[in-house]
């Protein structure tokens, strides 16, 4: 079992920067890819950013591309969130999530631990 626990989020204006963190417990998280999803209110969970297992491959959203950037220690077993030029569309509740030896897998399916999510609320 994978614990996961998002933190970092909070109000901000647009075009202020943010990084979000997601600490992993249960399991050392140099085997798992590693994912951040978000859901704005009325709306379906939605991919943001991902990063592979074994060689940091990434991916992003289009929507994100060039602002949110993702990363990871595995010695402190963290993913992070790195977001620049918030816009009040990226207002969203964000998830982390993780699964064993995905590559960069953009999909919700791709993933087996959820976190509870952390709100980013940007005001315009």
């Known amino acids: 079992q994978v614990q996961l626990v998002e933190s970092g989020g909070g109000l901000v204006q647009a075009g202020d920067s943010l990084t979000l963190s997601c600490a992993a417990s249960?399991?050392?998280?140099?085997?798992?890819?590693l994912g951040w999803f978000r859901q704005a209110p009325g709306k379906e969970r939605e991919f943001v950013a991902a990063?592979?297992?074994?060689?940091?491959?990434?991916s992003s959203a289009d929507s994100v591309k060039g602002r949110f950037t993702i990363s990871r220690d595995n010695a402190k077993n963290t993913v992070y969130l790195q977001m620049n030029t918030l816009k009040p569309e990226d207002t969203a509740v964000y998830y982390c999530?993780?699964?064993?030896?995905?590559?960069?897998?953009?999909?919700?399916?791709?993933?087996?631990?959820w976190g509870q999510g952390t709100q980013v609320t940007v005001s315009s």
């Open positions: 999530a993780a699964a064993r030896w995905v590559v960069a897998g953009t999909r919700e399916g791709d993933y087996r631990y």
């Open positions: 249960g399991r050392t998280l140099s085997t798992y890819g």
């Open positions: 990063i592979s297992w074994n060689d940091d491959r990434t």
